[in-house]
């Protein structure tokens, strides 16, 4: 691994595909942090509309969520979340909560929402695996599916969780040897991106978050990533690789899958990237670089706008999601 890569549990376990005989144990976990904390603001006082969280990883077992909100026509550093330890790869419901998974304390955390920086809401622990990605349509009440990337059996599965009860089933699949993301659809059906164990990447559908799932055909991914689901229920997919990364949407895999966009060259590696309400834009964390990657989006096309790396030097960046998310 060079110095520029990220030394982290999750984008270590990213390239066991390629880099098979890598392992890592990690470190302790983290204490949870305490209820109640207010936001540590980096500008004045946090008011509702739109913006976007960013995960920096500023050491091989720190992270900080910065806020960000728009002035001028660009992403300016607005709000830092408290009581975070270590995030992987931040994301928001429908209401606007943050939900930040942290592989090092195999725990959940939600943030109120849809102001920024909002309290802690509580937190859970993801007792079946290593949580790396996270989805929900309403992750204060109602199911948050966890993707793990390996779980206790040594494959990956995706954990079907609550706030008030931690996580209550564990979904796998023999398609599933590492999952690297996960979508959640607001009629409860959910999705993860996998590798099987000949390193072919994968989609499962699991209907209402349950069963133990399909495996979705008219797949045409090259290599596993995050997820998204667009304003029209479409399907994004990330496929990362180890010079580039590209973008596939997909129709409908429940479980058939049918692309009608992509795939689309995004401008430098990541693994993951989220939509904004209206669903015309989409964010990229580019980890090797410290910056998000911004472009304009429909299902049929995708174009590069700019990049920005303001509040962001001394870390890695894993990961990134708008306030409010993409509706479908």
Known sequence: MTSSFPYRLAMALILAPILSSCSYAGPPPNPTAPQGQAPEPLSPANVAPLGMYVDLQTSPSRAEILGYRSKSGRPRPYC???????????????????????????????????????RKLGSFKDHYGQPLDV??????????????????????????????????????????????GVAMANNGDCWASA???????????????????????????????????????????????????????????????????????????????????????FATAVYQHGRIDIYK???????????????????TTAGVAFTPRSKE
């Open 80 to 118: 830092k979340v408290s009581g975070v330890s270590f995030a992987d790869r931040v994301g928001v419901d429908a209401a606007g909560d943050l939900m930040v998974p942290d592989s090092f304390a195999g725990s959940i955390t939600v943030f109120r929402g849809p102001r920024m920086c909002g």
């Open 135 to 180: 989805a929900s349509d309403d992750a204060a009440t109602g199911r948050v599916a966890v993707a793990n990337i390996f779980d206790n059996s040594g494959n990956g599965s995706i954990s079907v969780c609550t706030l008030a009860h931690g996580c209550t089933s564990n979904l796998r699949n023999t398609n599933m040897v590492q999952v690297a």
């Open 195 to 281: 590798v099987n164990s000949s390193s072919m990447s994968t989609l499962t559908f699991f209907k209402h978050c349950g069963g133990t799932g399909q495996l979705s055909s008219g797949y045409r991914n090259k290599a596993y990533g995050g997820l998204d689901i667009d304003t029209h229920g479409n399907i994004l997919s990330i496929s990362w690789s180890g010079y580039g990364s590209e973008l596939y949407v997909y129709q409908g895999c429940n479980p058939r899958c049918t692309l009608i966009g992509g795939p689309f060259k995004l401008k430098l590696q990541t693994m993951t990237g989220h939509l904004n309400k209206d669903g015309t834009t």
């Open 297 to 315: 989006y429909t299902p049929t096309a995708v174009t590069y706008e700019y990049s920005f790396t303001d509040g962001l030097s001394g870390g």
